[in-house]
T-cell receptor, first 114, second 114 residues
Framework: DTGVSQNPRHKITKRGQNVTFRCDPISEHNRLYWYRQTLGQGPEFLTYFQNEAQLEKSRLLSDRFSAERPKGSFSTLEIQRTEQGDSAMYLC????????????FGPGTRLLVL | QKEVEQNSGPLSVPEGAIASLNCTYSDRGSQSFFWYRQYSGKSPELIMSIYSNGDKEDGRFTAQLNKASQYVSLLIRDSQPSDSATYLC??????????????FGRGTSLIVHP
């Protein structure tokens, strides 16, 4: 499978716990994006990387959220001290180039915070 | 004013009809415009991308862009029940760091009934 992969696909956690999600992009893609999507809404941009550099971060992203892409390949998104409002689908996408190109989405990680 | 606006629908059309989906965006500096299809519980998949004013056709799909009016549309000809999904409009709008941020509308739900 040469598409974008995300793990885990589902995560249930208790409020206050930390969670970490992983995204493996398509191998030749240098851009990697993270989004959050709730029911009835479109994907909401969180952050993106060009290779290992984090170029943009949404102002909506609180300090509890952090993302890394240490070697310009896979990326992790960590949420510290989860809150019930963090319950959502977390989507990763990748693209090739410097912007404006087609993004390919992974299957997403569905997070439920109890 | 939301950055990318779409009518949430649902838009209901009979099989074989033309479905017309519309999207407006607020930032005149936006470049690169996309239509994604998202089935319930799945991640978005690209249908069309358009970068310059005018029409772009791909099979049963036609995307239209009017930058002066800040308007993007998607026409689906000969609609099929399998086209029933949520259609997301996405725009790359200028970010604070000199790059472009992908911004999605909330999506329009399309129902094609036999």
């Amino acid at each position: 499978d040469t598409g974008v992969s995300q793990n885990p696909r589902h995560k249930i956690t208790k409020r206050g716990q930390n969670v970490t999600f992983r995204c493996d992009p398509i191998s030749e893609h240098n851009r990697l994006y993270w989004y959050r999507q709730t029911l009835g809404q479109g994907p909401e941009f969180l952050t993106y990387f060009q290779n290992e550099a984090q170029l943009e971060k949404s102002r909506l992203l609180s300090d509890r959220f952090s993302a890394e892409r240490p070697k310009g390949s896979f990326s992790t998104l960590e949420i510290q001290r989860t809150e019930q409002g963090d319950s959502a689908m977390y989507l990763c996408a990748s693209s090739r180039g410097t912007g404006g190109e087609t993004q390919y989405f992974g299957p997403g990680t569905r997070l439920l915070v109890l | 004013q939301k950055e990318v606006e779409q009518n949430s629908g649902p838009l209901s059309v009979p099989e074989g009809a033309i479905a017309s989906l519309n999207c407006t965006y607020s930032d005149r500096g936006s470049q690169s415009f996309f239509w994604y299809r998202q089935y319930s519980g799945k991640s978005p998949e690209l249908i069309m991308s358009i970068y310059s004013n005018g029409d772009k056709e791909d099979g049963r799909f036609t995307a239209q862009l009017n930058k002066a009016s800040q308007y993007v549309s998607l026409l689906i000809r000969d609609s099929q029940p399998s086209d029933s999904a949520t259609y997301l409009c996405a725009v790359n709008r200028p970010g604070g760091g000199g790059s472009y941020i992908p911004t999605f509308g909330r999506g329009t739900s399309l129902i094609v009934h036999p």
